[in-house]
C-alpha cells in the first residue's frame, strides 16, 4: 500500500471520528443529571436502556482524555472526561475495593462480577485523565487499582479473596488469554501518564505478562494464538473451549505487542508479533463476504458460539490499528 493510499485512509478515519462519531456521542452520552454517560442508544441517540456499565464508564473517560492529551487541548473533552471519573468515583466501587459491574441510572449498584474489566478500563481512564488533569489522585487511584488487580490475578483459586473460577479448577485446570493481554495494554497506559516520583516498575510487569502470552498461548505449530489452554499452555484439543481461537482478541494482542517492540526499540519482539497479526488476519477473514468472523475452531469443527460467524466491528477496528 503506497503512502497517498494510507494517507487518504487517515483522512478518512479522522473525518469519521472528528466529525461523525464523537459529535454523536458527546451530543447523546453525556447525562447531565445524575452523571455519567448512557450509553444504549439507537441511532437517533434515543435511550434504549438507562444502565450504566462501569467499564464503558472507564473507555469513555479514558478516549476523551487520550484525545485531550494527544490530539487537541479541547476543554469539553477534558471537562467530559472529568465528567465520567467523577461518576466512577461516586458509585462505581462496592466497600471492598473492587468495582460494580454495572449501576442503575442513579448510580445504585446492579452487577458485580468475576471479571476485572470494570477495574481495568477504570485504570486506564483515571491514568489518562490524571495526565491530562495533572490530577495526581487520579494517577495514584488508577495505580491503587493494578496493584489490586496484579494481587487478586496471582492469587491461586482457593486462596480467601481469589477470584472465582470459571469452570471446577479441580476437574479442568484451564487459562484464559484475556487477562494477559489487557495488562500489557493497561500498563502501557499508565506508563506514559504516570508523572509521579514513584512510579510502578512498568516494563518488568509488562514483560512478565508478555511471557506468559508467548509460553502459553501462542501455539506457532498450529499458527495461531489460542484463547483458552491449560495451567502450563497444554493443548485442550477434546474441548471446544480448548479450539477456540478469537481472531479479534489475537489482532489486538498483536498490537499492544507491536505497540511495545516500538517503544523499546525491540525489533525482536516486533519480530514475534508479526506472525501472531498475519495468522489470526488469515484465520477469521471470511474469503466469499469479507470481514472479520468473531470465532472460529483452530480444527475446522463447528463452533460452539452461537455468535461465531458474525461481524463485529471491534475486531475490524482492532486489525486497522494493528496493520
Not at 467530559?80 to 466501587?93: A, N, P, T, V
Not at 489460542?226 to 495451567?231: A, D, F, M, R, S
Request: hydrophobic share 40%; aromatic share 12%.
Amino acid at each position: 500500500m503506497n503512502n497517498k493510499r494510507l494517507q487518504r485512509l487517515s483522512d478518512y478515519f479522522r473525518r469519521e471520528l472528528l466529525d461523525n462519531t464523537l459529535p454523536f456521542w458527546l451530543r447523546n452520552a453525556p447525562d447531565r443529571e445524575y452523571g455519567g454517560f448512557t450509553t444504549f442508544l439507537d441511532r437517533k441517540g434515543a435511550v434504549l436502556c438507562p444502565d450504566k456499565p462501569m467499564w464503558v464508564m472507564g473507555r469513555i473517560s479514558w478516549l476523551l482524555a487520550r484525545l485531550y492529551n494527544d490530539l487537541e487541548k479541547k476543554e469539553e473533552w477534558l471537562q467530559l472526561s472529568r465528567h465520567g471519573i467523577e461518576f466512577i468515583k461516586k458509585y462505581g466501587f462496592d466497600r471492598d475495593g473492587r468495582m460494580f459491574y454495572s449501576v442503575t441510572r442513579d448510580g445504585r449498584p446492579l452487577r458485580k462480577r468475576r471479571y476485572l474489566f470494570a477495574e481495568i478500563f477504570a485504570i486506564m481512564a483515571f491514568a489518562e485523565y490524571g495526565k491530562a488533569a495533572g490530577d495526581r489522585e487520579a494517577l495514584e487511584t488508577a495505580k491503587r487499582l493494578m496493584r489490586l488487580v496484579e494481587e487478586l490475578y496471582a492469587k491461586p483459586w482457593d486462596a480467601p479473596g481469589a477470584l472465582e473460577p470459571k469452570v471446577f479448577p479441580q476437574t479442568r485446570p484451564m487459562r484464559g488469554h484475556s487477562m494477559a493481554m489487557i495488562q500489557i495494554n493497561t500498563l502501557q497506559v499508565l506508563r506514559r501518564s504516570d508523572f509521579s516520583p514513584d512510579p510502578l516498575p512498568y516494563d518488568r510487569m509488562i514483560d512478565a505478562q508478555i511471557k506468559e502470552v508467548f509460553d502459553l498461548f501462542v501455539k506457532p505449530d498450529k499458527r495461531c494464538l489460542l484463547e483458552t489452554v491449560g495451567p502450563s499452555g497444554e493443548y485442550l484439543g477434546d474441548t471446544a473451549e480448548g479450539r477456540c481461537v478469537n481472531p479479534g482478541h489475537a489482532i489486538e494482542t498483536a498490537w499492544f505487542l507491536l505497540a511495545e517492540g516500538k517503544h523499546r526499540g525491540d525489533r525482536a519482539l516486533i519480530e514475534r508479533a508479526l506472525p501472531i497479526l498475519d495468522w489470526s488476519l488469515d484465520l477469521g477473514w471470511d474469503p466469499k463476504y469479507g470481514g472479520i468472523l468473531y470465532f472460529l475452531d483452530i480444527e475446522g469443527k463447528q463452533p460452539v458460539q452461537y455468535e461465531w460467524d458474525m461481524k463485529l466491528w471491534w475486531p475490524h477496528n482492532e486489525a486497522i490499528y494493528g496493520c
